[in-house]
Protein backbone atom coordinates (compact mmCIF):
# COMPACT_ATOMS: atom_id res chain seq x y z
CA UNK A 1 0.00 0.00 0.00
CA UNK A 2 1.47 3.21 -0.98
CA UNK A 3 2.32 5.32 2.38
CA UNK A 4 0.40 8.58 1.35
CA UNK A 5 -2.87 7.04 0.87
CA UNK A 6 -5.81 8.51 2.88
CA UNK A 7 -7.14 6.32 5.14
CA UNK A 8 -10.72 5.71 3.05
CA UNK A 9 -8.60 5.38 -0.26
CA UNK A 10 -6.21 2.80 1.17
CA UNK A 11 -9.26 0.62 2.60
CA UNK A 12 -10.64 0.66 -0.86
CA UNK A 13 -6.91 -0.17 -2.31
CA UNK A 14 -7.07 -2.86 -0.08
CA UNK A 15 -9.66 -4.89 -1.62
CA UNK A 16 -13.21 -3.81 -0.14
CA UNK A 17 -16.03 -2.86 -1.88
CA UNK A 18 -15.70 0.71 -3.46
CA UNK A 19 -18.00 3.05 -2.12
CA UNK A 20 -16.63 6.56 -1.27
CA UNK A 21 -17.35 9.31 -3.10
CA UNK A 22 -15.44 10.77 -6.56
CA UNK A 23 -13.43 14.02 -5.27
CA UNK A 24 -13.67 16.89 -7.38
CA UNK A 25 -10.94 19.41 -7.89
CA UNK A 26 -11.55 22.35 -9.75
CA UNK A 27 -8.80 25.06 -11.46
CA UNK A 28 -9.26 28.25 -9.99
CA UNK A 29 -8.25 31.72 -11.22
CA UNK A 30 -7.56 34.45 -8.64
CA UNK A 31 -5.90 36.83 -11.43
CA UNK A 32 -9.04 39.56 -11.87
CA UNK A 33 -9.82 43.05 -11.18
CA UNK A 34 -12.38 45.45 -11.65
CA UNK A 35 -10.77 47.53 -13.49
CA UNK A 36 -9.95 45.45 -16.34
CA UNK A 37 -6.82 43.12 -15.16
CA UNK A 38 -7.40 39.88 -17.08
CA UNK A 39 -10.54 40.58 -18.70
CA UNK A 40 -9.05 42.72 -20.32
CA UNK A 41 -7.37 40.22 -22.28
CA UNK A 42 -10.61 38.98 -23.89
CA UNK A 43 -13.12 35.39 -23.47
CA UNK A 44 -14.94 33.97 -25.73
CA UNK A 45 -18.26 35.38 -26.19
CA UNK A 46 -17.27 39.57 -24.91
CA UNK A 47 -18.84 40.83 -27.79
CA UNK A 48 -21.89 39.73 -27.73
CA UNK A 49 -22.60 40.79 -24.15
CA UNK A 50 -21.92 37.00 -22.84
CA UNK A 51 -19.31 36.71 -19.31
CA UNK A 52 -19.56 35.77 -15.74
CA UNK A 53 -23.49 35.97 -14.11
CA UNK A 54 -21.37 38.05 -11.85
CA UNK A 55 -20.00 40.58 -14.67
CA UNK A 56 -16.37 41.67 -14.35
CA UNK A 57 -15.99 41.04 -10.65
CA UNK A 58 -12.56 41.29 -8.48
CA UNK A 59 -10.60 38.06 -7.82
CA UNK A 60 -10.43 40.48 -4.00
CA UNK A 61 -14.31 40.65 -3.45
CA UNK A 62 -15.33 39.23 -0.64
CA UNK A 63 -18.56 38.55 -2.20
CA UNK A 64 -16.94 37.43 -5.32
CA UNK A 65 -15.72 34.53 -3.23
CA UNK A 66 -18.37 33.47 -0.90
CA UNK A 67 -20.58 33.48 -4.34
CA UNK A 68 -17.99 31.18 -5.98
CA UNK A 69 -17.45 28.88 -2.53
CA UNK A 70 -21.23 28.43 -2.29
CA UNK A 71 -21.81 27.43 -6.45
CA UNK A 72 -18.57 25.68 -5.59
CA UNK A 73 -20.47 23.12 -2.98
CA UNK A 74 -23.92 23.50 -5.26
CA UNK A 75 -21.82 21.73 -7.61
CA UNK A 76 -19.92 19.07 -5.62
CA UNK A 77 -16.44 20.34 -6.25
CA UNK A 78 -14.71 20.28 -2.94
CA UNK A 79 -11.04 21.87 -3.97
CA UNK A 80 -9.62 24.23 -5.55
CA UNK A 81 -6.36 24.22 -7.73
CA UNK A 82 -5.50 27.87 -7.22
CA UNK A 83 -3.41 29.09 -10.05
CA UNK A 84 0.35 31.03 -8.20
CA UNK A 85 2.58 32.87 -10.35
CA UNK A 86 5.33 33.34 -7.53
CA UNK A 87 6.21 35.06 -4.18
CA UNK A 88 4.57 38.74 -4.12
CA UNK A 89 2.68 38.25 -6.82
CA UNK A 90 -0.86 39.81 -7.33
CA UNK A 91 -2.39 36.42 -7.18
CA UNK A 92 -0.17 35.72 -4.68
CA UNK A 93 -1.12 38.14 -2.47
CA UNK A 94 -4.64 37.61 -3.62
CA UNK A 95 -4.65 34.73 -1.86
CA UNK A 96 -2.94 35.22 1.17
CA UNK A 97 -5.08 38.87 2.15
CA UNK A 98 -8.48 37.62 0.01
CA UNK A 99 -9.12 34.23 -0.60
CA UNK A 100 -7.38 31.96 2.13
CA UNK A 101 -9.46 33.97 4.82
CA UNK A 102 -12.96 33.62 2.90
CA UNK A 103 -12.09 30.09 2.66
CA UNK A 104 -11.65 29.23 6.47
CA UNK A 105 -14.21 31.95 7.72
CA UNK A 106 -16.81 30.13 5.54
CA UNK A 107 -15.34 26.34 6.70
CA UNK A 108 -15.44 27.82 10.28
CA UNK A 109 -19.19 28.54 9.63
CA UNK A 110 -20.08 25.54 7.88
CA UNK A 111 -18.05 22.72 9.71
CA UNK A 112 -19.49 19.74 7.81
CA UNK A 113 -18.59 20.78 4.24
CA UNK A 114 -15.19 22.34 4.30
CA UNK A 115 -14.23 24.06 0.91
CA UNK A 116 -10.25 22.99 0.49
CA UNK A 117 -7.52 25.21 -1.92
CA UNK A 118 -4.07 24.07 -3.04
CA UNK A 119 -1.87 25.83 -5.73
CA UNK A 120 -0.96 25.02 -9.51
CA UNK A 121 3.16 26.13 -10.18
CA UNK A 122 2.45 28.26 -13.37
CA UNK A 123 5.75 26.43 -14.17
CA UNK A 124 5.64 28.23 -17.85
CA UNK A 125 5.00 32.05 -16.68
CA UNK A 126 7.24 31.64 -13.22
CA UNK A 127 10.15 30.02 -14.89
CA UNK A 128 9.94 30.44 -18.63
CA UNK A 129 9.58 28.02 -21.78
CA UNK A 130 12.00 28.06 -24.19
CA UNK A 131 10.66 26.64 -27.22
CA UNK A 132 13.39 24.09 -28.32
CA UNK A 133 14.49 23.20 -24.91
CA UNK A 134 11.32 23.53 -22.85
CA UNK A 135 11.79 24.99 -18.81
CA UNK A 136 15.06 23.95 -18.58
CA UNK A 137 16.24 23.79 -14.83
CA UNK A 138 19.96 25.38 -14.57
CA UNK A 139 21.78 26.38 -11.40
CA UNK A 140 18.96 29.86 -11.12
CA UNK A 141 16.19 28.03 -12.05
CA UNK A 142 16.35 25.30 -9.47
CA UNK A 143 17.54 27.76 -6.81
CA UNK A 144 14.07 29.81 -7.93
CA UNK A 145 12.38 26.99 -7.39
CA UNK A 146 13.50 25.83 -4.41
CA UNK A 147 12.73 29.54 -2.65
CA UNK A 148 9.44 29.27 -4.41
CA UNK A 149 8.49 26.21 -2.42
CA UNK A 150 9.77 27.34 0.68
CA UNK A 151 7.63 30.83 0.58
CA UNK A 152 4.70 28.10 -0.12
CA UNK A 153 6.01 26.31 2.77
CA UNK A 154 5.64 28.87 5.30
CA UNK A 155 2.79 31.13 3.95
CA UNK A 156 0.14 28.54 2.73
CA UNK A 157 0.68 24.94 4.01
CA UNK A 158 -0.18 25.40 7.54
CA UNK A 159 -3.29 26.85 6.87
CA UNK A 160 -6.33 24.26 7.84
CA UNK A 161 -8.09 24.35 4.76
CA UNK A 162 -4.89 23.45 2.26
CA UNK A 163 -5.97 20.45 0.60
CA UNK A 164 -3.82 16.72 1.74
CA UNK A 165 -2.99 13.85 0.48
CA UNK A 166 -1.62 11.58 2.98
CA UNK A 167 -1.61 14.34 5.42
CA UNK A 168 0.87 16.08 3.00
CA UNK A 169 0.06 19.30 1.61
CA UNK A 170 -0.34 18.82 -2.59
CA UNK A 171 0.81 21.21 -5.50
CA UNK A 172 0.10 20.72 -8.92
CA UNK A 173 2.45 21.79 -11.52
CA UNK A 174 1.72 23.21 -14.54
CA UNK A 175 3.39 22.22 -17.98
CA UNK A 176 6.14 19.53 -16.05
CA UNK A 177 6.13 17.64 -19.21
CA UNK A 178 8.07 20.28 -20.67
CA UNK A 179 10.69 20.00 -17.51
CA UNK A 180 14.09 19.26 -19.29
CA UNK A 181 18.11 19.51 -17.42
CA UNK A 182 18.41 18.45 -14.09
CA UNK A 183 14.91 18.70 -13.21
CA UNK A 184 14.96 15.71 -10.79
CA UNK A 185 17.32 17.68 -8.37
CA UNK A 186 15.54 20.43 -8.64
CA UNK A 187 12.06 18.60 -7.71
CA UNK A 188 14.34 16.76 -5.13
CA UNK A 189 15.71 19.88 -3.13
CA UNK A 190 12.25 21.45 -3.22
CA UNK A 191 11.21 18.61 -1.18
CA UNK A 192 14.28 18.92 0.86
CA UNK A 193 13.19 22.81 1.67
CA UNK A 194 9.55 21.64 2.85
CA UNK A 195 10.70 18.92 4.94
CA UNK A 196 13.12 21.18 6.69
CA UNK A 197 9.64 23.86 7.37
CA UNK A 198 8.15 20.08 8.89
CA UNK A 199 5.93 19.13 5.60
CA UNK A 200 6.27 16.33 2.94
CA UNK A 201 5.25 17.68 -0.41
CA UNK A 202 2.30 15.92 -2.97
CA UNK A 203 3.17 16.66 -6.20
CA UNK A 204 1.04 16.44 -9.26
CA UNK A 205 2.47 16.68 -12.38
CA UNK A 206 0.77 17.93 -15.28
CA UNK A 207 2.36 14.76 -17.49
CA UNK A 208 -0.16 13.75 -19.68
CA UNK A 209 -0.65 14.03 -23.06
CA UNK A 210 -0.51 12.66 -26.86
CA UNK A 211 2.63 11.33 -27.26
CA UNK A 212 4.57 8.64 -25.12
CA UNK A 213 4.72 8.69 -21.19
CA UNK A 214 8.26 9.64 -20.17
CA UNK A 215 8.72 7.07 -17.26
CA UNK A 216 11.67 8.76 -15.26
CA UNK A 217 10.03 11.90 -15.19
CA UNK A 218 6.97 10.33 -13.68
CA UNK A 219 8.73 8.83 -11.69
CA UNK A 220 9.73 12.27 -9.49
CA UNK A 221 5.92 12.78 -9.09
CA UNK A 222 3.41 11.89 -6.36
CA UNK A 223 0.67 11.52 -9.34
CA UNK A 224 -0.30 12.76 -12.53
CA UNK A 225 -2.54 14.47 -14.62
CA UNK A 226 -3.75 16.11 -17.91
CA UNK A 227 -4.12 20.03 -17.41
CA UNK A 228 -5.81 20.12 -21.03
CA UNK A 229 -6.00 17.59 -23.82
CA UNK A 230 -6.68 20.29 -26.62
CA UNK A 231 -3.34 20.14 -29.42
CA UNK A 232 -3.22 17.54 -32.05
CA UNK A 233 -4.40 19.46 -35.38
CA UNK A 234 -6.28 16.21 -36.74
CA UNK A 235 -8.66 17.79 -34.74
CA UNK A 236 -9.33 20.82 -36.14
CA UNK A 237 -12.29 19.99 -38.60
CA UNK A 238 -13.99 17.97 -36.34
CA UNK A 239 -18.13 18.01 -36.06
CA UNK A 240 -18.38 15.12 -34.00
CA UNK A 241 -15.83 15.10 -31.13
CA UNK A 242 -16.38 11.43 -29.85
CA UNK A 243 -13.05 10.30 -31.44
CA UNK A 244 -11.28 13.10 -29.53
CA UNK A 245 -12.87 11.75 -26.33
CA UNK A 246 -12.20 8.12 -27.11
CA UNK A 247 -8.14 8.82 -28.01
CA UNK A 248 -8.30 10.98 -25.26
CA UNK A 249 -9.09 7.49 -22.64
CA UNK A 250 -6.58 5.75 -24.53
CA UNK A 251 -4.38 8.27 -23.01
CA UNK A 252 -5.10 8.55 -19.84
CA UNK A 253 -5.17 4.70 -20.31
CA UNK A 254 -1.49 4.52 -21.41
CA UNK A 255 0.11 6.66 -18.62
CA UNK A 256 -2.07 5.41 -15.81
CA UNK A 257 -0.56 2.26 -16.51
CA UNK A 258 2.67 3.25 -16.27
CA UNK A 259 2.27 5.48 -13.47
CA UNK A 260 0.56 2.50 -11.32
CA UNK A 261 3.93 0.64 -11.90
CA UNK A 262 5.58 3.25 -11.01
CA UNK A 263 3.61 3.62 -7.81
CA UNK A 264 2.42 6.73 -8.76
CA UNK A 265 -1.12 8.56 -8.52
CA UNK A 266 -3.58 9.44 -11.64
CA UNK A 267 -5.84 11.92 -11.38
CA UNK A 268 -8.11 12.34 -15.04
CA UNK A 269 -8.51 15.78 -16.41
CA UNK A 270 -11.24 17.10 -18.18
CA UNK A 271 -12.22 20.29 -19.91
CA UNK A 272 -16.19 21.12 -20.98
CA UNK A 273 -14.80 22.87 -24.41
CA UNK A 274 -12.10 25.68 -25.01
CA UNK A 275 -12.31 28.60 -27.03
CA UNK A 276 -9.35 31.00 -26.51
CA UNK A 277 -10.64 33.28 -29.32
CA UNK A 278 -12.78 35.97 -27.70
CA UNK A 279 -12.16 39.86 -27.66
CA UNK A 280 -8.25 41.03 -28.39
CA UNK A 281 -6.16 37.82 -28.57
CA UNK A 282 -4.29 36.44 -30.41
CA UNK A 283 -5.41 32.88 -31.49
CA UNK A 284 -3.81 30.15 -33.13
CA UNK A 285 -5.75 27.52 -31.17
CA UNK A 286 -8.80 25.36 -32.99
CA UNK A 287 -11.96 25.24 -31.10
CA UNK A 288 -13.54 22.76 -28.87
CA UNK A 289 -17.32 23.18 -28.34
CA UNK A 290 -19.29 22.75 -25.58
CA UNK A 291 -21.57 20.11 -27.79
CA UNK A 292 -19.90 17.01 -28.62
CA UNK A 293 -21.77 16.33 -31.66
CA UNK A 294 -24.43 18.67 -34.13
CA UNK A 295 -28.41 18.57 -32.45
CA UNK A 296 -26.52 17.48 -28.86
CA UNK A 297 -27.09 19.39 -25.53
CA UNK A 298 -24.06 22.41 -24.43
CA UNK A 299 -22.72 20.30 -21.75
CA UNK A 300 -22.54 17.23 -23.76
CA UNK A 301 -18.81 17.44 -24.52
CA UNK A 302 -18.55 17.74 -20.43
CA UNK A 303 -20.55 14.47 -19.98
CA UNK A 304 -18.50 12.64 -22.49
CA UNK A 305 -15.32 13.91 -20.74
CA UNK A 306 -16.63 12.75 -17.48
CA UNK A 307 -17.89 8.97 -18.73
CA UNK A 308 -14.59 9.10 -19.93
CA UNK A 309 -13.09 10.00 -16.74
CA UNK A 310 -14.92 7.74 -14.86
CA UNK A 311 -13.05 4.45 -16.70
CA UNK A 312 -9.74 5.80 -15.61
CA UNK A 313 -9.99 6.31 -12.19
CA UNK A 314 -7.45 5.70 -9.61
CA UNK A 315 -8.97 3.26 -7.30
CA UNK A 316 -6.84 4.82 -4.69
CA UNK A 317 -7.16 8.29 -5.39
CA UNK A 318 -10.69 8.17 -6.74
CA UNK A 319 -10.21 12.25 -7.78
CA UNK A 320 -10.66 14.20 -10.91
CA UNK A 321 -9.85 17.82 -11.94
CA UNK A 322 -12.03 20.12 -14.02
CA UNK A 323 -10.34 22.64 -16.00
CA UNK A 324 -11.54 24.97 -14.69
CA UNK A 325 -14.12 26.89 -12.69
CA UNK A 326 -12.93 30.57 -14.13
CA UNK A 327 -10.48 30.39 -16.84
CA UNK A 328 -12.73 32.82 -18.99
CA UNK A 329 -9.49 33.25 -21.83
CA UNK A 330 -9.47 29.86 -22.87
CA UNK A 331 -13.78 28.94 -22.41
CA UNK A 332 -13.08 26.10 -19.94
CA UNK A 333 -14.96 27.73 -17.38
CA UNK A 334 -17.93 25.69 -15.37
CA UNK A 335 -18.49 29.66 -13.71
CA UNK A 336 -22.28 30.51 -14.41
CA UNK A 337 -22.75 32.03 -17.40
CA UNK A 338 -25.04 35.05 -19.01
CA UNK A 339 -26.34 32.82 -21.63
CA UNK A 340 -25.69 29.35 -20.37
CA UNK A 341 -26.50 29.56 -16.87
CA UNK A 342 -25.11 27.28 -13.83
CA UNK A 343 -25.80 24.18 -17.08
CA UNK A 344 -21.99 23.03 -17.23
CA UNK A 345 -21.96 23.09 -13.08
CA UNK A 346 -24.96 21.19 -12.23
CA UNK A 347 -24.01 18.62 -14.78
CA UNK A 348 -20.75 18.53 -13.47
CA UNK A 349 -22.46 17.51 -10.20
CA UNK A 350 -24.48 14.68 -11.91
CA UNK A 351 -21.46 13.25 -13.55
CA UNK A 352 -19.16 12.76 -10.24
CA UNK A 353 -22.56 12.51 -7.29
CA UNK A 354 -22.90 8.95 -7.63
CA UNK A 355 -19.97 6.79 -6.67
CA UNK A 356 -18.63 4.61 -9.18
CA UNK A 357 -17.36 0.43 -8.05
Known sequence: MAPWLPGAVAHAASGAVETSPIHV???????????????????????RGDGPELGRYSSRSP???????????????????????GPGSWEDETMLRHVVPEIEAQNAANPG???TFCLLYESEGILGLDSA????????????????????????FAHPAYYRIGG???????LSRTFSGDYVTALSRARAVVEAQGFSLFLVGDEVYWGAPDRRRIQAFDAITSYNMHGPAEFSASHDWSD??????????????????????????IIPGFNAGGGNRENPYYVIPRVLKPGASSVSFLKAQGA???????????????????????????????????GAGAALRRLFETPTS
Open 168 to 174: KPVVYLY
Open 244 to 269: FVARSGDVFARYRSLAAEEGVGFVPG
Open 113 to 115: LPQ
Open 133 to 156: RGIEFDLRRAADFAEHFRHLAREY
Open 308 to 342: MAKEHLDSRLRSVAITSFNEWHEGTQVEPNRTLGK
Open 63 to 85: ETIRQHLEWSEEFGIANWICSWW
Open 25 to 47: SAYYYPWYSDTGRHWNLGYAGKE
